[in-house]
Each structure stands twice: as C-alpha cells, then as structure tokens.
C-alpha cells in the first residue's frame, strides 16, 4: 500500500501507529528515487500487506529537517510517533539493501 501525504496533521497521525509504518521521502527530480521506484514494488510483495506512505523532502522541509533527512530516497519508520529506523539515501540504492533494512522491523 503506497499512499501519499499531503499535509501535516496526517503525518502526525500516521506516525502514531501502533504499528510500524514507513514514509519514503522523496522528490519528483530525483534519478535516486525513481530508481527506487522501480523496485520497490517488488520488494513489499515480501512485506504484504505493508503500511508505506510517500512525502516530498522539499515540501515538507521542516519536518524532513525535524527527522534528519539529508539524502533522498530515505525509508523511515515510525512507531507510535517515534522514528524507530532511518534507511538513509546512500544505502537505499539495491533491492537487497532495502529488503534488508525493512527485515528488521517488519518480519
């Protein structure tokens, strides 16, 4: 399940999840993210159903501030309001890299 969001209040209340929850941030310039993109679909099929939602780095500036995310594509996870994992850019380049980092939380 890949959904987009649009502003903050449902940021705020997806990250109160009692379960984990992912947000990719990203851009729509991004080369990285696109790459990203491409394979993503492939590695949730391991994870279904998964929670994975989608926000623009640069229209959310001071939140993807808050959360420390420097490089796009980055993976967070979240669990009732706390970010519990970051998959930063440079290491979210594979399909392995990515199954890998979301192994930890949700299998």
């Not at 992912?22 to 790459?35: A, L, S």
């Not at 420390?68 to 850019?89: A, Y």
Request: aromatic content about 12%; some cysteine.
């Amino acid at each position: 399940m890949e959904k987009r969001i649009k502003n903050q209040p449902d940021f705020n209340q997806i990250i109160n999840s009692k379960e984990p929850v992912v947000i990719k941030f990203d851009t729509n310039w991004c080369p990285d993210c696109r790459r990203m993109g491409a394979f993503m679909g492939e590695v949730l099929e391991e994870f279904n159903p998964f929670p994975l939602y989608e926000m623009d780095r640069d229209e959310f500036q001071e939140i993807s501030s808050t959360y420390k995310v420097m490089g796009i594509p980055s993976l967070l996870v979240f669990k009732e309001g706390e970010k519990i994992g970051h998959l930063h850019s440079a290491n979210a380049k594979t399909p392995e890299s990515v199954t890998e980092f979301l192994t930890t939380y949700f299998k």
